[in-house]
């Protein structure tokens, strides 16, 4: 490829291209998808003086190396403290860095969480299919030709070199601990009241079955009231279905309309960029609230990313080189 | 612990029957019509999306219908859960009447059984008729576009004949192919995309349901109706070869709008 591009030298697997998902299709039976961590694909293009919805590269536990072919490139790691390299240079997550041209760039692991971003300035330069670039591989939509990304391929980008003005920096997200939040329903009657009571108290477990359609939760049996077949209705991310097994899976953003098991609760959005950065073998614990309170968080989290870039920081010092490059 | 929300019931109108509205977390409710597969049902939820579309109510993201409820997206910042059904009641109250929508009416070429994955021996069998049998009861019957979904542009049809209907396979296929006629349940369907599925195929249509590089990408929509017609090898071939040339297939023939039914 001629023009400016980031060029997956190894790239680990799952990695896709993301925005804030696809909106208007549902009805024709296509997935929304999008980031995992809004949040944090919005912390990314703000740090690199993209609009919060601009398309961005998600990886899932690790990036792999890229090389960077442009005159040069300004990006930044976000989602976790992602253990980063550009050229000799530590790139911190959750930091501005501009690239050279041909610097390898290498995202390692993170500590705690499972999704990361990769924003550049400028964004991703990839058609969109159906008004969005989020990749939805079950479909074979969006994204680079509706995959993920593959050793060798290159990642076209809008701009040819970085920005002026200065690097910036903004605090990590902290993680806290506290119960998720769901709204009962859309068929809460679908379950016993000691189901339901059980739900909202036990402790669940996030199973290692997860990827981007859903997590599946292992703890205690949840009780059906009215069998487990429902007629398939509506879905949406946080929606937790319950099949036959008792066991509940919490949809996540590839999920399509319709789905056939019976909802018991529906996470609030305030909450889902949490549950999607929690590993296999989180302990989690559900906490109703009534959907004027939903509604409510709904607001201070859209506040939250709204304010973004007014929390943006100078980044500190010159980061050290590594020692023996 | 009280929280701000449990003043407004859970399923708002619920004790007085349908349509009941459920919420879906804080971005989204169902507004059901019945429990059940019904072409009266599904009437309804189609009128509703209709005049959903035409009130232009602000905050509203997008709709999608299945086979006995619409699924509603919305925005909290811009229209409350409360505001949001005050509006449906509205719209619901203004004796919207069961309609058929302003229906298109396709005619699906279908090479029934031929070489490849196909069930069409086996479902006769179980089914007690003849394969030529079960391709007149097929073909003979008239479909009707629930929703489309499981997969982009995917129809899934009512109207399958009360002989037709038998129970998933036991061991769902990995991949079956994009325009396979399917059967199961009681319902009908033609495949948009290669997809795993437990459904039984009758037979394989040479139609491009979905093209995303397509201005118009979805062949069907929502209240179409669909019969399908048997089709030769030949013929077959000859309609495929002009779907990968990127040639339309077939085209709709309208039908009377907004028809009673």
Same mark, same amino acid.
């Given at each position: 490829?001629?023009?400016?591009?980031?060029?997956?030298?190894? &790239?680990?697997?799952?990695?896709?291209?993301?925005?804030?998902?696809?909106?208007?299709?549902?009805?024709?039976?296509?997935?929304?998808?999008?980031?995992?961590?809004?949040?944090?694909?919005?912390?990314?293009?703000?740090?690199?003086?993209?609009?919060?919805?601009?398309?961005?590269?998600?990886?899932?536990?690790?990036?792999?190396?890229?090389?960077?072919?442009?005159?040069? %490139?300004?990006?930044?790691?976000?989602?976790?403290?992602?253990? %980063?390299?550009?050229?000799?240079?530590?790139?911190?997550?959750?930091?501005?860095?501009?690239?050279?041209?041909?610097?390898?760039?290498?995202?390692?692991?993170?500590?705690?969480?499972?999704?990361?971003?990769?924003?550049?300035?400028?964004?991703?330069?990839?058609?969109?299919?159906?008004?969005?670039?989020?990749?939805?591989?079950?479909?074979?939509?969006?994204?680079?030709?509706?995959?993920?990304?593959?050793?060798?391929?290159?990642?076209?980008?809008?701009?040819?070199?970085?920005?002026?003005?200065?690097?910036?920096?903004?605090?990590?997200?902290?993680? /806290?601990?506290?119960?998720?939040?769901?709204?009962? +329903?859309?068929?809460?009657?679908?379950?016993?009241?000691?189901?339901?009571?059980?739900?909202?108290?036990?402790?669940?477990?996030?199973?290692?079955?997860?990827?981007?359609?859903?997590?599946?939760?292992?703890?205690?049996?949840?009780?059906?009231?009215?069998?487990?077949?429902?007629?398939?209705?509506?879905?949406?991310?946080? %929606?937790?279905?319950? &099949?036959?097994?008792?066991?509940?899976?919490?949809?996540?953003?590839? /999920? @399509?309309?319709? +789905?056939?098991?019976?909802?018991?609760?529906?996470?609030?959005?305030?909450?889902?960029?949490?549950?999607? @950065?929690?590993?296999?073998?989180?302990?989690?614990?559900?906490? @109703?609230?009534?959907?004027?309170?939903? @509604?409510?968080?709904?607001?201070?989290?859209?506040?939250?990313?709204?304010?973004? &870039?007014?929390?943006?920081?100078?980044?500190?010092?010159?980061?050290?080189?590594?020692?023996?490059? | 612990?009280?929280?701000?929300?449990?003043?407004?019931?859970?399923?708002?109108?619920?004790? $007085?029957?349908?349509?009941?509205?459920?919420?879906?977390?804080?971005?989204?409710?169902?507004?059901?019509?019945?429990?059940?597969? #019904?072409?009266?049902?599904?009437?309804?939820?189609?009128?509703?999306?209709?005049?959903?579309?035409?009130?232009?109510?602000?905050?509203?993201?997008?709709?999608?219908?299945?086979?006995?409820?619409?699924?509603?997206?919305?925005?909290?910042?811009?229209?409350?859960?409360?505001?949001?059904?005050?509006?449906?009641?509205?719209?619901?109250?203004?004796?919207?009447? *069961?309609?058929?929508?302003?229906?298109?009416?396709?005619?699906?070429?279908?090479?029934?059984?031929?070489?490849?994955?196909?069930?069409?021996?086996?479902?006769?069998?179980?089914?007690?008729?003849?394969?030529?049998?079960?391709?007149?009861?097929?073909?003979?019957?008239?479909?009707?576009?629930?929703?489309?979904?499981?997969?982009?542009?995917?129809?899934?049809?009512?109207?399958?004949?009360?002989?037709?209907?038998? *129970?998933?396979?036991?061991?769902?296929? *990995?991949?079956?192919?994009?325009?396979?006629?399917?059967?199961?349940?009681?319902?009908?369907?033609?495949?948009?995309?290669?997809?795993?599925?437990?459904?039984?195929?009758?037979?394989?249509?040479?139609?491009?349901?979905? #093209?995303?590089?397509?201005? #118009?990408?979805?062949?069907?929509?929502?209240?179409?109706?669909?019969?399908?017609?048997?089709?030769?090898?030949?013929?077959?071939?000859?309609?495929?070869?002009?779907?990968? $040339?990127?040639?339309?297939?077939?085209?709709?023939?309208?039908?009377?709008?907004?028809?009673?039914?």
């Amino acid at each position: 490829m001629n023009g400016p591009h980031l060029l997956a030298v190894a &790239p680990t697997p799952f990695i896709t291209v993301q925005d804030t998902g696809r909106r208007g299709w549902q009805r024709f039976g296509v997935s929304a998808a999008g980031a995992m961590d809004i949040e944090s694909l919005a912390a990314a293009n703000a740090l690199v003086g993209n609009p919060p919805d601009s398309p961005a590269l998600e990886f899932a536990y690790a990036g792999g190396e890229w090389q960077v072919n442009a005159d040069s %490139c300004r990006l930044a790691v976000t989602g976790g403290a992602f253990r %980063c390299r550009l050229g000799d240079r530590v790139l911190e997550a959750w930091h501005s860095a501009t690239a050279h041209r041909g610097e390898p760039l290498t995202i390692g692991s993170a500590p705690d969480v499972v999704w990361g971003y990769l924003a550049v300035a400028g964004g991703i330069a990839l058609p969109d299919q159906l008004g969005s670039l989020a990749t939805h591989t079950g479909s074979g939509i969006g994204g680079l030709h509706g995959r993920a990304i593959l050793p060798g391929d290159a990642v076209p980008l809008a701009a040819r070199r970085a920005p002026g003005g200065d690097e910036r920096a903004l605090a990590p997200r902290t993680r /806290c601990s506290k119960p998720f939040r769901v709204v009962l +329903g859309p068929q809460d009657d679908f379950f016993t009241a000691e189901a339901i009571e059980l739900f909202l108290s036990a402790e669940f477990s996030i199973s290692p079955r997860f990827d981007r359609l859903g997590y599946r939760l292992v703890g205690p049996v949840l009780d059906h009231a009215k069998g487990f077949n429902i007629i398939s209705d509506g879905v949406v991310p946080g %929606c937790v279905q319950v &099949p036959g097994d008792g066991q509940p899976i919490v949809l996540m953003r590839d /999920c @399509q309309p319709p +789905g056939g098991y019976p909802k018991i609760a529906t996470v609030v959005t305030a909450d889902l960029d949490r549950l999607a @950065q929690s590993r296999a073998g989180t302990v989690v614990h559900f906490r @109703q609230v009534g959907i004027v309170e939903a @509604q409510l968080l709904r607001r201070r989290l859209l506040a939250r990313m709204a304010d973004l &870039p007014n929390r943006l920081m100078a980044a500190g010092p010159r980061q050290p080189t590594l020692a023996g490059r | 612990m009280t929280s701000p929300g449990e003043a407004l019931p859970t399923h708002a109108y619920g004790a $007085r029957g349908y349509p009941r509205f459920m919420p879906l977390g804080d971005t989204a409710l169902t507004v059901e019509f019945g429990d059940a597969i #019904d072409p009266a049902i599904n009437a309804e939820v189609i009128a509703l999306e209709i005049a959903l579309a035409a009130a232009e109510i602000p905050g509203i993201v997008e709709t999608a219908p299945s086979y006995r409820s619409l699924l509603v997206c919305y925005e909290p910042a811009e229209i409350s859960f409360g505001a949001l059904i005050e509006q449906l009641r509205r719209l619901l109250g203004q004796a919207l009447r *069961p309609y058929a929508p302003p229906a298109r009416q396709w005619f699906v070429p279908v090479r029934y059984g031929g070489v490849g994955d196909t069930d069409l021996e086996w479902v006769a069998e179980r089914l007690g008729r003849s394969p030529a049998e079960l391709i007149a009861i097929h073909s003979g019957a008239e479909y009707t576009v629930y929703f489309m979904g499981f997969a982009p542009g995917l129809p899934n049809l009512g109207g399958l004949p009360s002989a037709l209907h038998l *129970p998933r396979r036991r061991q769902p296929r *990995p991949s079956i192919p994009a325009g396979a006629v399917v059967i199961a349940g009681g319902q009908a369907a033609v495949h948009s995309i290669a997809r795993p599925s437990g459904w039984h195929i009758l037979g394989h249509a040479p139609i491009r349901l979905f #093209d995303p590089s397509q201005e #118009d990408p979805f062949l069907f929509r929502p209240g179409d109706l669909v019969s399908f017609y048997p089709i030769d090898a030949r013929e077959f071939d000859r309609l495929a070869a002009r779907r990968d $040339r990127g040639e339309p297939v077939i085209l709709p023939e309208p039908t009377l709008p907004g028809q009673e039914i």
